[in-house]
């Protein structure tokens, strides 16, 4: 496929789901899987770039005909962080990489939730309305944590509040906003660095990748740092559209799986 980015052969796509790959219903549109199909037949492959957790993406996939019956995803992207591979058997974990992340927040996990209760008292007594979002042993299975916040603005205010105490603290760990959850992870989680992960493994260079996301936990995969061409879609959030635009990447006119086809026409893959 010869896009708008200088003619590079696009041999992978990495597409965030709610939002961008699913409907509001949490579909695929017909026409969106046809095309994947017919760009999976000619060679290229799919990977999600998600939050949700392997099996929460399974179930969604399943219900829309993708998977292992349809042959792609050929890699799952979940959590932000792990790897999961298409494999005759179903899905498999990319073990040390996940293994890795495992370990590692494993070890810094009561640190973590500990902070996160203290400051969620003290932006309560601020103003700022926030919440835990889940449980220790949820966190522990999910390599992630965080504040469930009133709106996106105020997820953002809490955003910058979490960043400087997480500097002021020395803490190992990073901010990942969605809309109004503020997600915390371990430094090197997060899409675009998993994604980067992934082509190492498949042996694709990043002008070869092409990303699609509508969130600000897809920024990491669209701000250029990386490499990857990137595009976002009529409904994504602002500072996405922001993004995306410093570094020359295609915004859609069109929103969710609507947007996804015509990112594909301008580039040139369908």
């Known amino acids: 496929g010869r896009g708008i980015q200088g003619g590079f052969r696009i041999r992978l796509i990495a597409l965030d789901l709610d939002g961008t790959l699913f409907e509001s219903d949490e579909s695929v549109l017909p026409e969106l899987k046809r095309a994947l199909s017919k760009l ?3 060679g ?15 179930n969604f996939l399943e219900s829309n005909g993708l998977g292992v019956g349809s042959g792609y995803p050929h890699a799952l992207i979940t959590n932000e962080q792990e790897i999961y591979f298409l494999t005759d058997r179903g899905y498999e974990p990319c073990r040390e990489h996940n293994d890795k992340f495992r370990s590692g927040w494993a070890r810094i996990l009561p640190e973590v939730m500990k902070f996160l209760r203290d400051e969620c008292m003290k932006l309560n007594s601020i103003g700022i309305k926030a ?8 966190a522990l299975r999910r390599c992630l944590a965080g504040l469930l916040f ?3 603005e105020e997820a953002k ?8 105490r997480i500097r002021s ?19 090197a989680a997060g899409k675009g660095e998993t994604l980067r992960a992934l082509i190492d493994f498949w042996q694709i260079s990043p002008s070869q ?34 993004v995306v635009k410093k570094c020359g990447g295609y915004i859609a006119s069109k929103a969710r799986g609507r947007g996804v086809l015509e990112v594909l026409h301008v580039h040139g893959l369908i």
């Open 44 to 58: 290229i492959r799919i990977t999600t770039a998600s939050g949700r957790p392997l099996e929460e993406q399974l």
């Open 157 to 164: 205010r809490g955003t910058e509040y979490l960043e400087e």
């Open 131 to 138: 919440e835990v979002w889940i449980d220790e042993e949820t």
């Open 150 to 152: 009133e709106n996106s």
């Open 209 to 242: 990748t092409l990303c699609i996301g509508d969130g600000a936990n897809d920024i990491s995969m669209l701000d250029g740092r990386y490499g990857f061409i990137p595009a976002t879609l009529s409904n994504a959030e602002d500072d996405v559209k922001d």
């Open 40 to 42: 999976v037949n000619r």
């Open 169 to 187: 603290l020395g803490i190992r760990i990073k901010c990942s906003r969605l809309r109004r959850l503020v997600q915390v992870i371990l430094p």
